[in-house]
Nanobody
């Protein structure tokens, strides 16, 4: 069974940076697409970014394009999300998820397509 553990969240001022990491363990980690989702209180879970198993395909929500960068290291079974120029509206709990979907799809960010989820890490952007 695939297990995912997020780390790297915290409190940062607007304009600052954070790097989230997702550590995958268990069978099949390197065959799955990995995505980052986020959920703020009272809001639906939204897809932030996705990276294919080979790392050849990535996708981003419009709200984070140009500010966030996703990467993966299959040798270490890690997927990182570098977040720059953070805004207060980026405040949310961030989750990594694994699934057999295709990141190049425009509708890749369907939570139901991801069968494995981590517990999440809180990101708070505030002065």
């Amino acid at each position: 069974q695939l297990q995912l553990v997020e780390s790297g969240g915290g409190l940062v001022q607007p304009g600052g940076s954070l790097r989230l990491s997702c550590q995958a363990s268990g069978f099949g980690a390197d065959y799955k697409a990995i995505a980052w989702f986020r959920q703020a209180p009272g809001k639906e879970r939204e897809g932030v970014s996705c990276i294919s198993s080979s790392a050849k395909n990535t996708n981003y929500a419009d709200s984070v394009k140009g500010r966030f960068t996703i990467s993966r290291d299959n040798a270490k079974n890690t997927v990182d999300l570098q977040m720059n120029s953070l805004k207060p509206e980026d405040t949310a709990k961030y989750y990594c998820a694994a699934g057999s979907t295709y990141c190049f799809l425009t509708n890749w960010a369907k939570p139901a397509d991801f069968g494995s989820w981590g517990q999440g890490t809180q990101v708070t952007v505030s002065s």
